[in-house]
């Protein structure tokens, strides 16, 4: 395993700090926020320090943190002081270059729909024009906004309550729930780098909400120590429910690895070896099951 470079964060320059933040916790979903000043005019600005963090009430934070260069405040920060209301907008890959055209740092007064090429669209309950290209739109109102420093990239947390959600109709299922293969959205890395949540970037990982499954700890110690199977492999043994019964595992190894255990009858080193990456070819297969009596059929004794 590779070693560790460690940082005290107050010992960094500001710049390299954010670089390393940025950088290092990825990707982060994008803020998209449409807002108005005071006398009406529109903004829109692109925040990747952003998430939702309650269902009920529906809320949202994003961070418009203060700029690197100058310790300036952004046009969005200031808005949402004077006006007190937000639209979220996500992104998805057909809007990402709008979004990043977006995000240039235009002179106060000039609509960043018309520089980046997208469309108002009006709210249902608040001031903010939505994006109309954008598959997902919250029209929120602005609970309070805590500073948490007044220095250059500190953050502005501006706490968000959704008060009417879009959703783009064919992003949804026939239940009415949002699909990720639909959505196609991005996500912010460092620097330049963005991610693409389709195809292959997207996978399934069964959650243990009925019962706690039965963790790594609970293999044997050989398994736990494997040379083949990886952390993520062990992980999906342990979050089964259960271990199998000793008559399942032997039915298994007759039926299934009688010819490893055969094939290896005089090198236990060999034979534990095969019997690992076999199970790994079934956990690649997504019959965890399967794996796990393969992997208890080795007894070394």
């Known amino acids: 395993m590779s070693g560790f470079s460690s940082f005290d964060p107050t010992a960094l320059e500001g710049r390299d700090l954010h670089g390393k933040l940025l950088g290092g916790i990825a990707p982060r979903p994008i803020a998209f926020a449409s807002t108005v000043d005071k ?23 994003f961070s418009p943190a203060r700029r690197m260069r100058g310790n300036t405040t952004k046009h969005t920060l200031e808005n949402v002081l004077e006006v007190p209301e937000v639209v979220i907008n996500l992104v998805d890959f057909a809007l990402v270059h709008a979004c990043s055209l977006a995000s240039g740092d235009f002179p106060a007064g ?89 195809g292959e970037a997207l996978f399934d990982v069964p959650k243990p909400l009925t019962a706690p499954g039965i963790g790594v700890d609970a293999l044997p110690q050989e398994v736990q120590q494997s040379a083949v199977l990886t952390g993520n492999e062990l992980a999906q043994l342990g979050s089964l429910l259960e271990l199998p019964d000793e008559t399942d595992v032997n039915d298994f190894k007759l039926l299934e690895l009688s010819d490893l255990f055969m094939e290896f009858e005089d090198d236990g080193v060999a034979l534990e070896r095969a019997i690992h990456e076999h199970a790994q070819k079934l956990i690649a297969a997504g019959d965890v099951a399967s794996a796990l009596k393969a992997v208890l059929t080795f007894n070394p004794g």
Do not use: W
């Open 39 to 61: 006398t009406g005019t529109p903004n829109l600005a692109p925040f990747s320090y952003f998430n939702v963090f309650s269902a009920n009430p529906p809320i949202l934070i």
């Open 110 to 198: 000039v609509s960043e729909f018309e520089k980046a090429g997208v469309t108002p669209l009006p709210s249902d309950t608040v001031r903010p024009f939505r994006v109309a290209e954008s598959p997902v739109q919250l029209e929120c109102e602005v609970l309070r906004v805590d500073s948490l420093g007044d220095e250059g990239g500190a953050g502005q947390l501006v706490v968000c309550r959704i008060k009417r959600m879009h959703f783009r109709n064919d992003v949804l299922n026939a239940a009415g729930q949002p699909v990720p293969e639909l959505l196609d959205l991005v996500g912010r890395c460092g620097g330049n780098s963005y991610v693409r949540a389709s």
